[in-house]
């Protein structure tokens, strides 16, 4: 069994935070499970710094920010909160398909001093016609089935983003899928962090794959680097 499990060949099962069922209390206990690992991860710092660089060069005092499937939305206000203190005025809006991520998100938002707009969206649905400098996303590509889900996903994020996209990912491995399993059991008592964490990391795309994901979606000039722990960091700017 255990060397089924460490085959690091990509294998999708359905997460428990993923169904319309799950209970609020569950939930929102499992989104601060998230929000530890991520806080663990350096999420925040990793996804700072490529809009933080392109700010500053750019000498802007302004930014709009969008992060789809913002979950608890500790990650994008998280970004947006380092971005102010750097003097820049943050316009943020989050995006997820869960109102109790969404209510979550605008409290802690609130809590943060990030105004903020939420939009409650399944993407398999069709999108808003909204757009933003800046456009984020954190833990959601592994959710994508298919090759071609990624493709589309990623180009949808190209037409949204007027100046960048940064995306943070997992990144499929053997070593990474033991350190969700055993860190998901230190830094959380969720039993939907336990299941989903190692079920996240078995669904998530290699290095390999989201390199020729981004080449097909046309994100010229794209960089993909890998970041601790097991993560893969997706940066890209619209040329000028």
């Known amino acids: 069994m255990m060397i089924s499990l460490l085959a690091n060949h990509r294998a999708v099962t359905p997460e428990i935070m993923d169904r319309p069922d799950i209970a609020e209390t569950a939930h929102l206990n499992a989104l601060e499970g998230l929000r530890r690992i991520n806080k663990a991860s350096n999420?925040?710092?990793?996804?700072?710094?490529?809009?933080?660089?392109?700010?500053?060069?750019?000498k802007l005092n302004r930014l709009s920010m969008l992060d789809i499937a913002?979950?608890?939305?500790?990650?994008?206000?998280?970004?947006?909160?380092?971005?102010?203190?750097?003097?820049?005025?943050?316009?943020?809006?989050?995006?997820?398909r869960s109102p109790t991520a969404l209510r979550g998100a605008a409290e802690a938002a609130q809590r943060a001093?990030?105004?903020?707009?939420?939009?409650?969206?399944?993407?398999?649905?069709?999108?808003?016609?909204?757009?933003?400098?800046?456009?984020?996303?954190?833990?959601f590509l592994h959710h994508l089935a298919e090759p071609g889900q990624v493709v589309e996903f990623l180009s949808r994020l190209r037409v949204m983003a007027q100046k960048q996209i940064v995306i943070s990912d997992l990144r499929r491995s053997r070593i990474g899928y033991l350190m969700a399993y055993f860190g998901g059991r230190i830094l959380s008592r969720s039993e939907i962090v336990h299941h989903d964490g190692p079920a996240s990391v078995r669904a998530a795309w290699t290095v390999a794959e989201v390199r020729q994901f981004a080449i097909d979606a046309k994100l010229v000039g794209v960089k993909i680097r890998r970041c601790f722990p097991w993560r893969i960091l997706i940066e890209w700017e619209r040329p000028l």
């Open 43 to 58: 999420v925040i710092g990793q996804m700072l710094r490529p809009t933080a660089v392109m700010a500053q060069r750019d």
């Open 70 to 96: 913002c979950g608890g939305g500790d990650v994008p206000i998280g970004v947006a909160a380092r971005l102010k203190s750097l003097g820049l005025q943050i316009d943020l809006t989050l995006v997820d």
């Open 113 to 139: 001093q990030i105004p903020c707009r939420t939009i409650q969206l399944d993407i398999s649905q069709p999108w808003p016609d909204v757009t933003a400098d800046v456009v984020t996303c954190s833990l």
